[in-house]
């Protein structure tokens, strides 16, 4: 590890990496313990998103389930979050969050990115749809000034799934409380 860290430090980038997070974040640590060095450098796509994810990120689970209004996301817990490295705080909400008009057959997975504005209005955007045998279903890129509080997997639905209109409290629904995006350390399923 040592010699990782040389390598980033002689290429500029690790200095500026660890002042902003301070030395001790494990997160910063397991985030430089991953990263490949070539003869081309360091890729700094990563450590770009890394960087956005800590700016703009949840402190503490929301504790995300169905909401009364069961096509719906709420959160049970209060949730303190940063945008742009300012604090904000969203007490627990029912029906927080509406689906997207997303829809999947039985055999089908997508996950759904669950953010929060500086107001905190949630916004729920859908990943690519693939067949559960043999696909990887991904999150959909992050969206600038939002902070991402989970997200939700839908998978083998019965009967097929219909955003903003099944229900969510359904054996074929996940919810993972986090940021993906800071690695799997900083996710909570329920």
């Known amino acids: 590890m040592r010699r990782r860290i040389q390598s980033l430090m002689a290429a ?60 719906k996301a709420r959160t049970t817990a209060t949730v303190p979050f940063r945008i742009d490295g300012t604090l904000y705080s969203l007490a627990s909400t029912d029906d927080l969050c509406t689906m997207p008009t997303t829809t999947s057959t039985v055999t089908q997975t997508f996950l759904i990115r669950l953010e929060l ?8 955007t859908a990943g690519a749809v693939v067949t559960t045998a043999g696909g990887l279903a991904l999150l959909p890129p992050r969206t600038a000034s939002r902070t991402t509080i989970g997200h939700v997997k839908v998978s083998n639905y019965s009967g097929g799934f219909t955003g903003a209109t099944s229900s969510l409290n359904n054996a074929a629904v996940t919810f993972v409380n986090g940021d993906m995006d800071l690695g799997p350390d900083a996710l909570v399923t329920n």
Do not use: H, W, Y
């Not at 504005?117 to 729920?124: D, E």
């Open 12 to 71: 500029g980038l690790l200095a500026v990496f660890v002042c902003a997070l301070g030395p001790a974040d494990l997160a910063a640590q397991e985030f430089v313990n991953k990263q490949k060095i070539t003869k081309a450098g360091f890729s700094r796509g990563p450590l770009v998103e890394f960087l956005q994810a800590i700016r703009n990120q949840a402190m503490a689970s929301g504790v995300i389930t169905f909401g009364t209004t069961a096509a």
């Open 117 to 124: 504005n500086t107001a905190g209005t949630c916004t729920a």
